[in-house]
Structure formats: structure tokens, C-alpha cells
């Protein structure tokens, strides 16, 4: 632009120079003339320089325009090949066209002006053929699912000798279907007989198209295929994946049907086309295209194992009609016609058993077995070398062929355990029995599979099936590696480093757990190998349906464990952790975002586990379990948040590819957004309340959105779930503080309560279940009871009108109606107190005294007019905060609330809002600690705070003691929160890097003077005997279990010194034996050195406390305790050989003076462990030697 000015700026300077020198009309001319040729000679410098200046602005302009041009070249052809890219995801068929724009596009800046008219033609119309390859794209990606090939490749390949008699045979009738047949043609077959096989072999068979162009008499004809799979995802066994799989492969090569696809959509003119489809507009493109006669086409599509549809469900009971019912639709249509495979269930045999066309697999296989096992063995040198020795060798084919009864799968099994066997060097005589020892029904031979797996691999086993059966896909290769890493270290995938393998290394992984799954599973789970991602290359599955209907069928597993204990295990906890290190060892995001969404769902699997134990008894979820999980979704939002691309864009975005606000403004995220569309109710609950800051952290979208309109709450790789809103995180998020009036930053402002009106009103039309309309409802009620503004206009209508157009039952309208004209006067936002979360977000800062003065003026203020007489408020001396003290005015005024319960009695009179005096108490101590400077007093707090969030743990932990003041999961995190942020501000306000505020705890325990430690709040939690927390703190954060430098954490529990406050009465020295059965489980080590007591271990130092302590009268229950102890800790490791000081283990055992029978236990179990930890000890001296 700069230099087209410049141009013009010459110019009219030229043009000016140029109009001085020129003749004007009238006067005297021959002056003029002299005058002129003057002014000529004078200004020829000028008119040359201005020349110069021109010509150089001329070759500038030239120059910008031909890098203009290269610039919007090279964005065209970027733009071209990006489209090809595209394409070749979605196996588009639009590469040529694409190729032919790329090659116009390059010949641009060559061409002539006599070829710009032509070029220009050519270029208008390709550009209009690129607009419309770029719809389809868009289109083919609404339609395109993450499995949607998965099961066609998991499918065996047909040997090369099989099958090829159907094109042929008059008996089936199939190649005469091909040609002239209309309707349905049923493949029905026994399990195991090769019916997939088969199919895949017609749906991709040269043969089959060349038939087909017969039936079609010269009209385009489209072939497309989908195979049910009851192991895998939802998608791939219900009716919105085989029609999402169908119109997908039909619209790839079919881009004429594009606008009637899109416009069976609920909103056409949507061109981002991002939001999932529904059943109704899928049924509606297929009713359309069954109806199709604008077009020349014909269609032919094969559906295998239609008795493998479960309507997205784990086991499905109906009558299959909802399946069937749309196929009968399409088979009507004369330029349709489907070729269908199952077993012959009655639903089935009702439905087709009267048709012309059909075929029963297992008569007509019997040669392709004969084939089949006689290349299989003729091709192994040792089966060939007995053949030439023993002539009964050559019988044993034709025994496998007259026992399979044409079940190809018994067939595949049999060769591949005889081939074994030759491995091994087997002779006649041994495959001969082997043979013999095998059974004919598939679930007997299943369970001899099983039962001949060696002993020694039983644990990992059962862990494996167990894994493999809760799995709702297949498994990469890799899962089965990070199983086996679980074994010797539970804590793995939050400890492992994000850090992406490398190709060598995932070939040998890879390699090593395909041997590991031989030796533990046999044939009962293969591995395949597909394309795409190295992570995807090889994955896992059941050798066939039918091994896994037997594992679900028989409960096999369960016996095996009854049989043979095995170690506790739980495998939705497993696949979380599987998931998480599958995202750190990937680099793709796509395929991340897939992992990601597999954690959430077995991460919500987990909390229905936790929280309906009555449902689940066969698996109860325990709560180090349910908070080991949690603390798996924390390391995934800080991996999150390593990974961002940008501060705005993090990994979890690419869960959002199902929804609205994809390709929008981006957001400040974490993992809260999409653990609200998974449900996650209680990990939400636990993560709000102890960062409640983060209920306000999503600038983009807000939490209270997602809880209204969550998309796919369900994983991307199941089908859509429910659009409707989630009404107990609705609750929660309203409950702690969500605006329902908060704006959206990227829906133009429009507030949280307008969008989720606008969506209500879109999907009226759409047909709801009873379910879903009450749930609508039910938010509808929540969001205006919270304050969303009923007032006012929400696009062209008011909110009455847009309610009418909602289209509510009249139950629910006039409900909602008549709480609206009650909130209409007067909008109020209900809230408990101000900030429930005060505590917490406050910061640590002391008060001046002034301050204190005022606040204390209002505080005794305000507690006057509220509790009369009855309260006191006395004057103190020392520190400003203690200065006023609060008690009843007398114990009889005490007595008068605990004996009449008048408390209760009001509440039943007057309902208040819910509220926990411990967990207010929690909360003011740690306020109390916040607005402090005196180290003495702040641990007089701190150990306060320790007594009630262990009287909360108490009444969590048994609900039955205490019915009248129950605590919710809610309440209990809500105290972790306040533990973590005590821990956060004794970090901050450390005098040195090792000396924190809660070492002032320990002024009562031995080491207070001693070598100072690095501490976290996990210390003094563990001797107030804090279980639930200490598990829930280091199930997230294991490394913490070894941050004790000074002195361990495993010596807090056996040595908790004053477990409760300073302010009562010193408690018991005795072990605390959950915590420290808890701690040894998660790996503490007896042995561990202990700095501050000169190198003995903790094994030692709670030896010589034991016999320190030997003659002081204790009661049975804490002998019981310190009995207890000395058995876990030699039962987890402690040494018992050597000296402790001048005695050994036996003599000290004796001054420790336990009862007989204990006395006795212990010395049994210490002679069994000193002979194993003898050996060990030779044994690890001997390879150091070596």
C-alpha cells in the first residue's frame, strides 16, 4: 500500500512539473514559446530524476505484488493440502479433485494474460468444488467415531483357500443375490463358525462389486459395512454407531448427498456441524435415503452380528425389534438391499428364517477346515518329519475336522495348541493326547485354557481377565505393561514422568508384555495389529465373543480367587492409572484426549461404586480407593497444565471436539470442566472444597455451563449420552457460589442462564423420555431459586414466553410459573453464610491491634443480641487474640442445652440451613492461625484444629454412633481442603526451609529440641490419629510418604507421643495400628535410618521405647496395640537379626515383656523370618561379590 502511494505521489508531482511547461491558450505566443523552451532546459534534471524515482517506485510495486501474490499462493495451496490431509483421515474420496486445484493454483504465476480469462474459469469452478469437498469433510467428522474401523480390522483375515465357493455355489444362492436379489440375505451360524470372517470377506471381495454392477444396470452402486461387537464401546453395539458407520462410508464416497444429509440435522444451517447426532436425525437420513429417487443410486450394505447389538449396553434382554425395525425400513426399498449375519436366536429366525436367500455357515465350511489345518500343519518341518516316520501323523487332520462340527474358532484353537506341542518337540504319541485332552464344547475347552495356566502366573492373571472384562474397548498392548508396573509399585502413574517413548523403546515393551500375555492367558486373548499411532498399533482383545461370554457367564475368575487368593485389586482403579500413563507416554493430542476420556469414565465408575455399595458388593470401592483416584485426576490436570500449548489451551480442550464452543475462544481450564460432563460429583465436590477458588477459573465457559448443557458426558468413545442437564453437580456448584448470571465470554456475552434457555428451546421439538423432561424441569427450578434473572428479554422473547415455548408439562409449567411471578419483585441469591470457603482463601496475614479492636467491639456486639445472657465474654491478658474469651455465663446454662436438647428442638420449628459446628470449628482455627504471629499460640490452634477434624473422621466413619449430626462426603473433603491449606501456609510461613509452625506441636515429644525435620501437615495428622486424611494425602501425593528427612512418618504411628491436642489431657503412647498398617501397606520401610537419632532405624527406635517403658502398668488393650505392632512390622520387613544395643531380637523380646501367648506368636514369627532374611542377605552378598 505504502509503495502504490509513493507511485501516486510521483505522478502528480510529474504531471504538475509536466503543465507548468506547457502552452497556454491566448496571449502572446512567441513569448511564451521563448519562455517555455527556457523552462524546458532548466527543469530537464527534474523531469529526469522524477523519471529515475518512477521507474524504481514502478519495480517496487511490481515486487509487492508479486510477494502479495506468493503469499495468497502459498496460503491456497497450505489451505489445498491441509484438505488432503483431511481426506485421507476420513478416507474421503476427493484427493484427485484436490490435486487438480493444487496443480492450477502452482501454475498461476506462470501464465500469460492471453491464459488469465481461462485460468480464472477453471479457478471459479474448482473453488466452488473445494467449498464443497471442505463441507464434507465437515460432515464426514460429525459422523466419524474413534472405533468406527476397530472392529473390521480386529476381524482374522480368511485364509487364502476359504470361502471362495459362495460366488459360486447354487446351494447358497449368493452370487445369484448379488446380481438380481433384493432384500435381506441371512448368514446365520453356530458361535466360533466364521461368520465375521466370511463377512468381511464379502463386503471387501473384488468379486462381490463386479455382481453388484450386474444389479445395478449401469446406476452407481455404494457398498458399505458395519460389525457389531458386544465386546467394545457403545458405539460399536448399538443403532447410532451402525448408522453413524453406514451413512459415514456412504456420504465418503457419495458427496451428492451431502445437503440431504445435512439437512436432516436439527439445525441445517449450523455449518460447524460440531454438536453429536441423535437417533431421531440419523433415522430420518436413513428413512430419506431409503426414499431416494432424485439420484441414480443403488446400495448395498453388510451388517455382521446383529445378535452382538446390546443397545450400547453391557448385556441386552430384549427382543431386538428396535434393531430390526429400521433394516425392514431400508430392505423395502428397491435400490436397497442388506446382507446380515447372526446366530439363530428365535428373534432372528422369526424375522428372516422364511427367506429365499439364506445359509447355515457350519454345513458348508467343512472343506475350508480340511484346507485350513492340513497348510497349517503341513507347513511345520517337525509335523512333516513325523508324517514320514509315523502314517497315523497324517489321520490327525481329519480328526480336528470331523470333532469341529464346523466351528472354525475350535478349529483355530486345536492348530494352534498341536502346533505348540510341536514346538515342544512333541511326539505322535503326544499330540495324540493332546488332541484327545482337548474338549469339543467351546467352554470346557475355555476352562482347560484356563486351568492349565502355571500357578505361579495366577495373581497376574486373574488381574489381567479382571481388567480386560470391566474395560469397555480394546486395550493397547502397552495397558498390559503398565499392569505388571502396578505390582511392585501401586503408585506408578502419578510418580512416572510425562515423557513421550520412543519408537524403539515401545518395540520393546511391546515385545516383552505380547510374551508375558502368552505365558498368563494363552489363547484366550490375542493381540492385533492395526495402523495409525504406535500406542494403537497392537491391541488387545478375547481370541472371540465366546471366551468372553464364558468368563461372564461362569464367573470363573470369582471361583478361581476363592480357590487361590490373590491380592486385593480393584480394575476400574487400575484402568484409571492404566489411562493416566498412556497420556504421559503419548504426544498426539487426539489420542490423548481419547485416554483422557476412558479415565473419567472409569473414574466415575468408581464413585457409583463408593457411593450405592449395596449395588456393588461384589466390589466395594474402599475410601483409599476412591481418593488414590482422586489424586490420579489432580496429576492429570498438573500434566494438563504442563502440556498447555498456550496458558489458555490445555490438553483437556480435545474432550470438547463433541461440543458447541470447540473452535471458539479458549478457556482457562483444568480438570474440573470435564469431570462435571462425566459426572464426577464427589471428585468436583472434593476438588471445590479445597480450592474453591477454582470455581471461577474457567473464563471461557463456566463449570455451571457444563453442568447444564454437558454435551457427551460420557466418554467420546461411547455413544452421545444425555444432553440434559446433571442435576446433583447443578446442586453443588449453585450450593457453593456459581453465578447463574455470569457472563460468557465466548457466546458473545450471553449469561450462563440465557445459553442453557436457548438450548432448551432448540431441543422442544426433540422427543424426551419422562426422565430427561424432569430433569430440564428440576434445573429450570434450581437456576431461578439461585437467582437467575427472570426479568427482561432473552433474544425477541420474555422469559414467560420462552417457557411456553419449552414446551413443560402443565405441572411443571405452572410450578415454574408461579415460583417466577414470586421472584419477578424481588431477585435473591440464596446463600448460607457469605463465604462458606472464607477460611481457606483467606490470606495469612496478622491484624493490627487496631483491627483487632474493632472486630472485637462488633463481635461482642453481635453476640449480645443473639445469645443474651446466656454467653460471656471475659477480659484476659496476653496475646491480643486471647484478650476476650466466650463461655457460658455457668455450667448449669451448659447443662440446660444438653439436657433438654432445646437446640433440636428449635431446628425442628424453624429449618436452618445445614450446618456442622466441627467443621465451623476446623475453620476458625485455621483463621485463628492465618491472623497470628506467636508461634505458641498458632500450634495451640493447630492442635485444636487436629481434634475436630478427627472427631469429623469419627463421625464419617461411623455413621451409626452418631445418627443425630451426620457428615457428608462433602463435609469430610471440605476438612482435607483445610488440612492441605494448614500444610500450604506452615510451608510459607517456615523461619528456615526445615523448621514449619506444627513442629510447635511436638514441645511434648522427646525430638522437639533435636535436629529439625521437613514437615508437612502429614506429621502431626498421623499422631492425631488422622486416617482418612493421611490416606488421602499420600494416595495423591505418594512421594510424600518419604519427605520426613528428621524423622519418618512411620515413627509418628508407632510413637504418636500426644495424639490429642495440647489443650487436653496427653493421650496414649501407644501405636496407632490402622495408620500404621496404612503407611507400611503404601510401602514405608521398618528399616528406615531416622537422622535425628543418630542412625538407629525406626524399627530400633520402637524397640527401646518398648523396653523403656516394659515396667510401666499398661492396660490389655494398649499391650494389645504394642503386640500388634511389633507383628506388622515383622510381617512388613523389620529386621530381626543382629543387635539392638547389647541385646538381640529375642533377648530385647523378653524385657519387653509381653503375655505368654503373644510372646510366643512373635517368637515363631521371628524364627520363619530370620531364616528367609538370612538367606536373602547371603544371597544379595553374593551378587555383589559377583
Known sequence: METANICEAYASELVTLLDSMRLKSGGFRGLQSIKISMLRQFKARDVRNLEVKMIAARDNLMLALISTSYVQQSSALSAIRQLKQQGAVLEANTTSKLESIENLIQGVASIDSDGATTMITHLDNLATEAKQVKRQHKLLKTLRFPTIRQRHSAIMEHHKATF??????????????????????????????????????????????????????????????????????????????????????????????????????????????????????????????????????????????????????????????????????????????????????????????????????????????????????????????????????????????????????????????????????????????????????????????????????WDSTTRIFRTVLVSEQSLPLLSFEFLDREVDDPAYAITMQSQPLSKERYKRIHQRAKTRLNARCRDLLYVTKNTGEAVFLYQVDFVHRTARDFFLDTGVIDKIIQQRPTQDFNPHLSLCKVMLALTKALTNFQSISTFVADLMYYARTIEDMYGQPDLYRDTPISFGSLTEMFGILDELARVNTERSVTPDVHLLDNLEHLSKDYFKKPRLNNVLAPAVQAGLLLYVEDRLRRHPSELQLNTGRPLLDYALRPGNTAPILRSPSETVPIIPILKLLLHLGANPNARVDMYDGKTTWGCFLETCQQHAARKRSPEEVEKIAAALELMIDYGARVGGHFGRLTFMELLDEINLPPHWANRIQEMTENKYEKQSLLSGIDDPAYAITMQPQPLSKERYKRIHQRAKTRLNARCRDLLYVTKNTGEAVFLYQVDFVHRTARDFFLDTGVIDKIIQQRPTQDFNPHLSLCK????????????????????????????????????????????????????????????????????TPDVHLLDNLEHLSKDYFKKPRLNNVLAPAVQAGLLLYVEDRLRRHPSELQLNTGRPLLDYALR??????????????????????????????????????????????????????????????????????????????????????????????????????????????????????????SITSWLQWK
Not at 410 to 425: A, I, K, T
Not at 985 to 990: I, K, P
Request: aromatic share 12%; proline share 4%.
Open 924 to 991: 476458625v482455627m485455621l483463621a485463628l492461625t492465618k491472623a497470628l504471629t506467636n508461634f505458641q499460640s498458632i500450634s495451640t490452634f493447630v492442635a485444636d484444629l487436629m481434634y475436630y477434624a478427627r472427631t469429623i473422621e469419627d463421625m464419617y466413619g461411623q455413621p451409626d454412633l452418631y445418627r443425630d449430626t451426620p457428615i457428608s462426603f462433602g463435609s469430610l473433603t471440605e476438612m482435607f481442603g483445610i488440612l492441605d491449606e494448614l500444610a500450604r501456609v506452615n510451608t510459607e510461613r517456615s523461619v
Open 164 to 457: 471362495q465357493w459362495i460366488f459360486t455355489s447354487t446351494e447358497t444362492g449368493f452370487g445369484e443375490w448379488l446380481e438380481s436379489g433384493g432384500g435381506f440375505f441371512w448368514v446365520k451360524g453356530k458361535a466360533g463358525s466364521g461368520k465375521s470372517t466370511l463377512m468381511k470377506f464379502l463386503a471387501t471381495h473384488v468379486e462381490t462389486e463386479i455382481r453388484l454392477k450386474t444389479w445395478g444396470k449401469g446406476q452407481k452402486v455404494i457398498t458399505a459395512s458395519h460389525f457389531f461387537w458386544n465386546a467394545g464401546t457403545p458405539m460399536q453395539k448399538s443403532l447410532t454407531g451402525l448408522f453413524q458407520t453406514i451413512l459415514y462410508q456412504v456420504v465418503k464416497v457419495c458427496p451428492e448427498l451431502i445437503d440431504m444429509v445435512i439437512e436432516c440435522r436439527k439445525d441445517p444451517s449450523d455449518l460447524m456441524l460440531v454438536e453429536p447426532w441423535d437417533d431421531d436425525e440419523l433415522r430420518i437420513a436413513f428413512q430419506r435415503l431409503s426414499s431416494l429417487e432424485s439420484l441414480p443410486l443403488h446400495f448395498c450394505f453388510f451388517i455382521d452380528g446383529l445378535d452382538e447389538y446390546t443397545a450400547g449396553k453391557q448385556r441386552y434382554t430384549g427382543t431386538f425389534e428396535e434393531l430390526l425395525a429400521p433394516l425392514r425400513v431400508l430392505a423395502s426399498s428397491p435400490s436397497i438391499k442388506l446382507c446380515v449375519s447372526s446366530r439363530p436366536w428365535n428373534s432372528f429366525d422369526k424375522e428372516f428364517g422364511r427367506l429365499e436367500w439364506k445359509l447355515q455357515l457350519e454345513d458348508l465350511t467343512r472343506e475350508d477346515i480340511r484346507s485350513y489345518v492340513t497348510e497349517q500343519l503341513g507347513a511345520n518341518q517337525k509335523f512333516q518329519e513325523l508324517s514320514n516316520n509315523n502314517l497315523q501323523c497324517s489321520e490327525i487332520p481329519e480328526t480336528i475336522v470331523q470333532r469341529a462340527q464346523g466351528v472354525f474358532l475350535w478349529v483355530f484353537l486345536v492348530v494352534n495348541s498341536l502346533l505348540r506341542g510341536l514346538y515342544n518337540d512333541d511326539s505322535y504319541t503326544d499330540l495324540q493326547q493332546r488332541l484327545n485332552e482337548l474338549p469339543d464344547d467351546l467352554y470346557r475347552y475355555f476352562e482347560h485354557m484356563l486351568y492349565s495356566i502355571e500357578n505361579v502366573y
Open 1056 to 1177: 504418636p507421643g500426644n495424639t490429642a491436642p495440647i489443650l487436653r489431657s496427653p493421650s496414649e503412647t501407644v501405636p496407632i495400628i490402622p495408620i500404621l498398617k496404612l503407611l507400611l501397606h503404601l510401602g514405608a520401610n521398618p528399616n528406615a535410618r531416622v537422622d535425628m537419632y543418630d542412625g538407629k532405624t525406626t524399627w530400633g527406635c520402637f524397640l527401646e521405647t518398648c523396653q523403656q517403658h516394659a515396667a510401666r502398668k499398661r492396660s490389655p488393650e494398649e499391650v494389645e496395640k504394642i503386640a500388634a505392632a511389633l507383628e506388622l512390622m515383622i510381617d512388613y520387613g523389620a529386621r530381626v537379626g543382629g543387635h539392638f544395643g547389647r541385646l538381640t531380637f529375642m533377648e530385647l523380646l523378653d524385657e519387653i515383656n509381653l503375655p505368654p501367648h503373644w510372646a510366643n506368636r512373635i517368637q515363631e514369627m521371628t524364627e520363619n523370618k530370620y531364616e528367609k532374611q538370612s538367606l536373602l542377605s
